[in-house]
């Protein structure tokens, strides 16, 4: 007769021997079951953290013993400027040369609606041994399309100017925010680059950056970069949302799985909670715009004229999109670049600030504050 000792030990064996065998012959059911993924089921490790809480892979940097990665990625800066902005430009290039591309020598593609002057292509080409290249854009790329209803629009634009909306009286600004959301990624001297890194006219970096952030986001498979998160005017984009519920309930398909949705929307999409990333610092993927669903998001966005007949912007548009179209995981928190845009900035932190010399006051830090979206970004990955 069996003891209950040895039936145990009988039923532990066959279930060990059932999950060897099942192990070798279905690979999934063997990932499910290991220890290792086991182990962090219990401590509540079933989704990855964000790839800047791990920081920046040691190989990655230029002023360490180890030799750093000899390559680069196919990428560019993208500055759309006017000749007016010149001395901007040239503050905010100057300090991207001197913090991170005198190192790594990438490639610079102004854009204009007007031609560039000969005294804005001399001052900006002296800064930098890198290739610089100038390109006008397309008239109906930048200027308000015929399909607006004008007296419409103007109307609109009083009423934002009578309720000191910052921009709301704006035609150039809105002709700008809907280049950036729909046009500036199919000019033709973007179409042979991957990825894109766009830089304002008058904005700060403070940090030595040592390694190539294009090819984290080669590497990492990322499609979009930013430093600042924060909270869109809502007098600015009244009815986008609900152009993108609609645009979601007519293309469920071009929604992606394991996507961003709990960054912008409190109620798994019923609302907007305004939360977007600062569009005028961004690293990213410009086949990514260029894909099917941005652009038929950007399109069925265009054809209802929010650009004009209110004021939304490149930046909620752009968050909205990579909130949507991409995984989560593919939307990165570049931590260690120290920048500023008045009246925003990220210092980093810690080990950050002072590896990177940086020269913000590490007190004076956006990420946190109460206006700021950081917090709901890292919370994604909780």
Not at 52 to 61: A, K, L, R, T
Request: proline share 5%; net charge negative; aromatic share 16%.
């Amino acid at each position: 007769m069996m003891t209950p000792m040895r039936y145990i030990v009988l039923v532990l064996g066959i279930i060990i021997s059932l999950h060897f065998i099942l192990s070798f012959s279905h690979e999934d059911y063997g990932r499910a079951t290991s220890l290792s993924n086991i182990t962090n089921k219990f401590k509540g490790q079933q989704d990855p953290l964000p790839a800047h809480q791990d920081g920046v892979p040691e190989e990655y940097y230029h002023n360490t013993k180890i030799p750093p990665v000899q390559r680069k990625a196919n990428a560019t800066f993208v500055l759309l400027a006017r000749n007016s902005d010149l001395n901007g430009i040239v503050n905010s290039m100057k300090q991207n040369e001197d913090r991170f591309n005198k190192k790594f020598q990438y490639p610079y593609v102004f854009l204009n609606e007007q031609p560039f002057s000969e005294e804005f292509k001399k001052r900006v080409t002296e800064l930098t041994d890198a290739p610089v290249s100038f390109g006008l854009i397309d008239h109906d790329h930048w200027f308000q399309p015929d399909s607006i209803d004008e007296e419409k629009a103007s109307a609109s634009r009083k009423e934002m100017e009578k309720n000191q909306v910052i921009y709301g009286g704006s035609v150039p600004y809105r002709n700008m925010c809907r280049f950036n959301s729909g046009f500036f990624f199919r000019h033709p001297l973007l179409q042979n680059y991957k990825y894109y890194w766009r830089i304002e006219p008058d904005v700060n970096f403070f940090c030595d950056l040592d390694y190539d952030p294009f090819l984290i986001m080669e590497d990492q498979k990322k499609v979009y970069g930013f430093t600042i998160s924060l909270y869109e005017y809502e007098a600015t984009i009244p009815t986008l949302w609900n152009a993108v519920k609609e645009f979601i309930q007519e293309n469920p398909d071009l929604v992606e799985p394991g996507n961003a949705m709990q960054f912008v929307s409190d109620d798994s999409g019923n609302t907007y909670n305004r939360c977007h990333f600062w569009s005028n610092f961004e690293i990213g993927d410009l086949d990514f715009w260029r894909g099917e669903a941005y652009m038929k998001f950007f399109e069925f966005l265009d054809s209802k004229g929010g650009f004009y007949y209110e004021r939304w912007g490149d930046a909620p548009v752009h968050s909205i999109g990579a909130a949507l179209f991409a995984k989560k995981e593919q939307i990165h928190f570049f931590k260690e670049i120290g920048y500023r845009h008045n009246p925003f900035q990220h210092c980093p932190q810690g080990d950050a600030h002072s590896r990177g010399k940086c020269w913000c006051d590490p007190k004076d830090n956006f990420d946190y504050e109460g206006y700021s979206c950081t917090k709901r970004y890292d919370d994604l990955f909780k």
